[in-house]
């Protein structure tokens, strides 16, 4: 019997959903960042076992009030997900697990909901823990409540046993030696985006997006080209840095991420673009893939 499902991590910026993907995957295939709202896109991350495949999709941190078009888009990723949702996986902070803000949606789902309670690490009190897992039980009238912490790795097995335990017989939807359906430019950019996240303050990581425009497969070495695009003249100063310092420290440490991604040397080129005002932007929103066109 082979058992295989959909599982929607769903929650508030910086609840630690990413963290929590890549922990349950062993791999760094989503970026993370302190910063919030650092997923856009729906991202699937797929954990295979001989008798199962959990098919899991990071999500944008839902926010109350969009600014931007490109917050609507990305808040539209979360509801897609939803959809085809078997299982969501509701991703609380534990700490601070506003419980109230999640009771509308989950009024909506009518699948299972599996909650983490995570960053457990950071909570000194036993006593505050078990008393936030009563409260959240009964706020979702679910069982299936833990405390984790994904940054230490601790409690996902937990999870992990009572998600395939929920898992619906079923074929595996992807091919059972694969870790994502996303393809290896839109990885990288979004590595390059990561270390925008690191080196860059303020609204700068917010104003960005990153475009593979080449990749180019050798024997030993990738050579990839991107680009990156801002907002105005005056974010494009700040990404170039005092003569080009910050862009080549930019280069970098993105090359060393995407290496250590890929298990292999890379070649990387940036180049920088303005895109004014490019979140606010239909046509620019759907040329970035977050809009359909
Ligand atoms: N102490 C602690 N920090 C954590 C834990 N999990 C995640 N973090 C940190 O919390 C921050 C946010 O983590 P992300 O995984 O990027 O959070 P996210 O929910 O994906 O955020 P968005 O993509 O913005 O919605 C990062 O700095 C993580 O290192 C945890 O279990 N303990
Ligand atoms: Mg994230």
Same mark, same amino acid.
């Given at each position: 019997?082979?058992?295989?499902?959909?599982?929607?991590?769903?929650?508030?910026?910086?609840?630690? $959903?990413? @963290?929590?993907?890549?922990?349950?995957?062993?791999?760094?295939?989503?970026?993370?960042?302190?910063?919030?709202?650092?997923?856009?896109?729906?991202?699937?991350?797929?954990?295979?076992?001989?008798?199962?495949?959990?098919?899991?999709?990071?999500?944008?941190?839902?926010?109350?009030?969009?600014?931007?078009?490109?917050?609507?888009?990305?808040? +539209?990723?979360?509801?897609?997900?939803?959809?085809?949702?078997?299982?969501?996986?509701?991703?609380?902070?534990?700490?601070?697990?506003?419980?109230?803000?999640?009771?509308?949606?989950?009024?909506?789902?009518?699948?299972?909901?599996?909650?983490?309670?995570? $960053?457990?690490?950071?909570?000194?009190?036993?006593?505050?823990?078990?008393?936030?897992?009563?409260?959240?039980?009964?706020?979702?009238?679910?069982?299936?409540?833990?405390?984790?912490?994904?940054?230490?790795?601790?409690?996902?097995? +937990?999870?992990?046993?009572?998600?395939?335990?929920?898992?619906?017989?079923?074929?595996?939807?992807?091919?059972?030696?694969?870790?994502?359906?996303?393809?290896?430019?839109?990885?990288?950019?979004?590595?390059?985006?990561?270390?925008?996240?690191?080196?860059?303050?303020?609204?700068?990581?917010?104003? @960005?997006?990153?475009?593979?425009?080449?990749?180019?497969?050798?024997?030993?070495?990738?050579?990839?080209?991107?680009?990156?695009?801002?907002?105005?003249?005056?974010?494009?100063?700040?990404?170039?840095g005092r003569g080009g310092a910050a862009i080549k420290?930019? +280069?970098?440490?993105?090359?060393?991420?995407?290496?250590?991604?890929?298990? $292999?040397?890379?070649?990387?080129?940036?180049?920088?673009?303005?895109?004014?005002?490019?979140?606010?932007?239909?046509?620019?929103?759907?040329?970035?893939?977050?809009?359909?066109?």
């Amino acid at each position: 019997m082979f058992k295989s499902a959909f599982i929607t991590i769903l929650g508030l910026p910086n609840a630690g $959903k990413s @963290t929590f993907l890549n922990a349950v995957l062993g791999e760094n295939l989503v970026i993370t960042n302190a910063k919030a709202q650092t997923t856009r896109h729906r991202i699937k991350g797929i954990l295979n076992g001989e008798n199962h495949q959990l098919v899991f999709s990071d999500t944008p941190g839902i926010i109350q009030e969009s600014a931007y078009k490109l917050q609507d888009a990305m808040m +539209g990723a979360v509801h897609q997900s939803l959809e085809d949702a078997d299982v969501v996986l509701l991703m609380l902070d534990g700490q601070f697990p506003k419980v109230e803000l999640f009771e509308e949606y989950t009024k909506k789902i009518n699948c299972p909901i599996v909650v983490a309670l995570n $960053k457990v690490d950071l909570i000194t009190d036993q006593n505050q823990i078990q008393e936030t897992v009563d409260t959240v039980k009964e706020a979702f009238s679910t069982e299936h409540v833990f405390a984790i912490s994904a940054l230490e790795n601790f409690n996902i097995g +937990g999870i992990i046993s009572t998600l395939i335990e929920l898992a619906p017989e079923h074929p595996p939807f992807y091919d059972t030696e694969a870790l994502t359906d996303e393809n290896v430019r839109f990885l990288v950019s979004e590595m390059i985006r990561e270390t925008i996240l690191t080196q860059f303050k303020k609204e700068i990581p917010y104003s @960005t997006e990153v475009v593979i425009t080449e990749y180019f497969e050798e024997e030993k070495i990738d050579k990839i080209h991107a680009t990156i695009f801002v907002e105005r003249d005056s974010q494009k100063v700040i990404l170039l840095g005092r003569g080009g310092a910050a862009i080549k420290n930019l +280069g970098i440490y993105s090359r060393k991420r995407i290496e250590a991604f890929i298990g $292999k040397q890379v070649f990387l080129a940036l180049t920088i673009k303005v895109r004014k005002d490019w979140r606010k932007d239909d046509q620019q929103l759907k040329n970035f893939g977050y809009l359909k066109s």
